[in-house]
């Protein structure tokens, strides 16, 4: 059973003529006979009766409804699809890494709010790794996440990269570590640590800096907040290893002390990802076009205002 086999139908059943339902829809009375012929061979039962008008049999009376509800389904699908091609897509969701959502996605928001006024955006803040889980999923259209190389191993990944951004030490005022010029990764050795929980692609990061430099990572608190470490870390004697784009505003913060470490300076890649069919949606190719360019701007602002 064919779709154009029930469209046929349906014309006939609706005209009560073959030649009429042949100027419907557009083709000859042949085919049109041809295509109902066709479906009574399929549910082996005559659908019409052929003396004169074309009138239903009972066959025909039963299998009206169920043509009519297919149909209408084709088509209200088929208008989905010309809608999604067109840009008429009713909500967009983007999950990102906590800074991003933050500090980097903000004007990409309004911006995009601006010429999209109609797509409804949700924004969620996930880790890396969750955040790509989703996407791969299809719950998500767009994830901003930290780059690392298993993204590059799949071929439906279009990846974007948006900036790097170092990793620097936040830490008490009074932390015994703030009154060191310079600071390397050897005096963090067994340091109490506050750290990002798994699933987030810093935690990852930093755990791999301390293996390559052959020393202990001494992680006593697990957070998932970038507002919890700074309490934390305020209150208490712990350090955490946080993205420069959060430790910005804490520099004036008299409670806290935000140092670099040296030898070497570990940095993060800040990519922006989706899928192969998803780029080709209006929208949302829009909203990635929009982020590489308002969002390395503002990290090029951002290196500026450091010079």
């Known amino acids: 059973m064919r779709l154009e086999q029930l469209q046929a139908f349906l014309a006939v059943a609706e005209t009560g003529n073959f030649q009429q339902a042949a100027q419907k829809c557009g083709?000859?009375?042949?085919?049109?006979?041809?295509?109902?012929?066709?479906?009574?061979?399929?549910?082996?039962?005559?659908?019409?009766h052929r003396q004169g008008n074309a009138k239903l049999t009972l066959g025909g009376d039963r299998l009206l409804p169920h043509a009519k509800k297919i149909c209408q389904l084709w088509s209200m699908a088929e208008q989905e699809l010309i809608d999604l091609q067109a840009g008429k897509q009713t909500e967009l969701c983007v999950a990102g890494i906590p800074s991003a959502c933050a500090y980097q996605l903000p004007p990409v928001l309004q911006a995009f709010a601006k010429n999209y006024p109609k797509v409804q955006l949700r924004v969620t803040t996930l880790g890396s790794d969750r955040a790509l889980k989703v996407l791969k999923d299809g719950l998500i259209d767009i994830a901003i996440v930290m780059n690392n190389p298993f993204l590059a191993a799949s071929s439906e990944m279009v990846i974007e990269r948006l900036y790097d951004e170092r990793i620097q030490i936040l830490m008490p005022a009074n932390h015994p570590l703030s009154k060191k010029e310079h600071i390397t990764w050897r005096d963090l050795h067994h340091c109490p640590q506050a750290v990002f929980k798994d699933g987030y692609g810093l935690q990852r990061l930093v755990q791999d800096q301390f293996n390559r430099q052959g020393i202990c990572l001494n992680a006593v608190l697990e957070l998932n907040s970038l507002e919890a470490f700074r309490g934390i870390v305020k209150q208490g004697s712990?350090?955490?290893?946080?993205?420069?784009?959060?430790?910005?505003?804490?520099v004036t913060d008299p409670n806290l002390t935000v140092r670099s470490l040296n030898d070497p300076t570990l940095t993060r890649e800040i990519v922006l990802v989706t899928t192969s069919d998803r780029i080709q949606i209006p929208p949302i190719q829009y909203f990635c076009k929009l982020a590489a360019q308002l969002i390395q701007k503002v990290d090029l602002a951002n290196v500026k205002s450091v010079i």
């Open 238 to 250: 712990l350090i955490a290893l946080l993205p420069e784009t959060f430790l910005t505003e804490l």
């Open 27 to 48: 083709v000859s009375q042949s085919t049109i006979s041809r295509q109902v012929q066709s479906l009574e061979a399929t549910v082996g039962i005559s659908l019409f």
